[in-house]
Every structure is written in structure tokens, then in C-alpha cells.
Nanobody, 121 residues
Framework: QVQVVESGGALVQAGGSLTLSCVAS????????MAWYRQTPGKERELVAA???????NYADSVKGRFTISRDNGMNAVYLQMNNLKPDDTAIYYC???????????????WGQGTQVTVPS
């Protein structure tokens, strides 16, 4: 089993910055991709940013230029640096990790419990 735990959510004023952290643990052989998603009530969960093991990143258009995803492969960790936060960024942020387990080489797709980010208008 692979567990994912996020941290760092908070209430931040518009224009402020915040960094979210996520660590994966368990029977990890590799992590092919780590990503951040977010969700607000009544809406589908949306991709915010993703990072592959090879270093490729992609971002939602709404956060390009403001958010930066980074990984520490040695620590099985991913971070989301969020700058110039806006009220529309208010959401529960979820971390996702995908890869294969050891020793049974099973594919996993694990989610954290979410962390709340609030940017008052």
C-alpha cells in the first residue's frame, strides 16, 4: 500500500504566498507522477500541477506563472509553491501519486486526505 499525506494549507490574504507539501510512503518501487489537484463544493476535482519522475511539469492555465511544482525524488515528496494567491484559489488541495509497488509490481494511484487553502475576497 502507498499512503499520501499533504500539509501546509492555511488562510492567506489575497496576494500572499503559501507552500503545500506532500509525502508518499509505503511499498513504493517508483513514483511515475506526483500531482496536485483541487476541488471546491459542487465542482469536479481539477488538476493544478503535475510533475513526472523525469522532470516534466504541466500546469492549469489558471495558475501558470503563479504556482510552481517541485519534487524531491529521494524523499518521495512534492511541493506546490503558490504566489499571488487569489480568492478563486480557495479550495481543498489534494496530492496524488502514481507508480508501482514493490515487491509485487502493482500499479497504485493514491490520494491524500486534502488540505484546505482559503483566500478571502
Amino acid at each position: 500500500q502507498v499512503q499520501v499525506v499533504e500539509s501546509g494549507g492555511a488562510l492567506v490574504q489575497a496576494g500572499g504566498s503559501l507552500t503545500l507539501s506532500c509525502v508518499a510512503s509505503g511499498n513504493i518501487y517508483n513514483i511515475i507522477q506526483m500531482a496536485w489537484y483541487r476541488q471546491t463544493p459542487g465542482k469536479e476535482r481539477e488538476l493544478v500541477a503535475a510533475s513526472t519522475r523525469g522532470g516534466t511539469t504541466n500546469y492549469a492555465d489558471s495558475v501558470k506563472g503563479r504556482f510552481t511544482i517541485s519534487r524531491d525524488n529521494g524523499m518521495n515528496a512534492v511541493y506546490l509553491q503558490m504566489n499571488n494567491l487569489k480568492p478563486d484559489d480557495t479550495a481543498i488541495y489534494y496530492c496524488n501519486a502514481r507508480g508501482y509497488t514493490t515487491p509485487d509490481w502493482k500499479q497504485y494511484d493514491s490520494w491524500g486526505q486534502g488540505t484546505q487553502v482559503t483566500v478571502p475576497s
